[in-house]
């Protein structure tokens, strides 16, 4: 059976977007998983400002990579994110998500995307669905 790591690292191969965002994983393993990327000027929107799918695109990446990280298929069902504080350009932030309920075929994920401060700038939570496919 593949590790997490080997898991996300195939995933992020395949993953045109993730890489288009400038996506790091930092820490990955079954039911979590922690990214980095830097907000750039083309992901800003008219106030100047990180549109939210960019912060929803983070967060959802990093759903992905913790649920997959068990070795079976996983695929998001339902999300929902909050915005709490906008985000500059140029502005360091990571995502950090983390399994709050694994069962035999749905899991419940709770994301969180800060600053290098450790501000929490939005929260994330995800379902997702485990399917009988083994990566």
């Known amino acids: 059976m593949k590790s997490a790591s080997e898991i996300v690292q195939q995933m992020y191969d395949g993953d045109a977007f993730s890489q288009w965002l400038g996506i790091k994983v930092v820490e990955v393993r079954p039911g979590f ?36 990280g068990h070795g079976r298929h996983a695929l998001s069902i339902e999300t929902s994110i909050s915005h709490h504080k906008a985000i500059q350009a140029n502005t360091r932030i990571f995502a950090q998500a983390e399994a709050i309920k694994e069962g035999r075929s749905v899991g419940v994920y709770q994301v969180f995307i800060s600053n290098e401060s450790a501000e929490t700038l939005a929260s994330f939570k995800g379902t997702v669905l485990f399917k009988d496919q083994n990566w």
């Open 33 to 68: 998983a922690k990214l980095e990327m830097t907000i750039r000027e083309e992901m800003c929107n008219g106030f100047g400002i990180a549109h939210g799918g960019i912060s929803y695109s983070l967060a959802d990446s990093a759903l992905a990579f913790a649920a997959n």
